[in-house]
Nanobody, 120 residues
Framework: QVQLVESGGGLVQPGGSLRLSCAASGSIFSINYMEWYRQAPGKLRELVATINSVGSTNYAGSVKGRFTIIGDFAKNTVYLQMNSLKPKDTAVYYC??????????????WGRGTQVTVSS
């Protein structure tokens, strides 16, 4: 079994910052990449940022320059540093990981999400 647990969400004023964390645990041999997605009410889930095991990153255009994804693959953990937050960043943020399990299989896992609300 593998679990992903997100934390760090909350209420923040526009222009503020938050740092999300996602920790993976369980029968993990290695992690190929980790990602952050978000889903706002009434909208589809969208990819926010990706980081792979060699540190390459990609960002959605809407967050580029404001968000930074940081991976600590030795600790099976990924962070999302969010600066200059805007009301449109309000969403549930989900962690996703592509994991090579000790069983030898590659599987994809999701966390349960953490709410981020940007409002004055």
């Amino acid at each position: 079994q593998v679990q992903l647990v997100e934390s760090g969400g909350g209420l923040v004023q526009p222009g503020g910052s938050l740092r999300l964390s996602c920790a993976a645990s369980g029968s993990i041999f290695s992690i190929n990449y980790m990602e952050w997605y978000r889903q706002a009410p009434g909208k589809l889930r969208e990819l926010v940022a990706t980081i792979n095991s060699v540190g390459s990153t990609n960002y959605a255009g809407s967050v580029k320059g404001r968000f930074t994804i940081i991976g600590d693959f030795a600790k099976n953990t990924v962070y999302l540093q969010m600066n200059s937050l805007k009301p449109k960043d309000t969403a549930v943020y989900y962690c996703n990981a592509a994991i090579h399990r000790t069983s030898g299989y590659d599987e994809n896992y999701w966390g349960r999400g953490t709410q981020v609300t940007v409002s004055s």
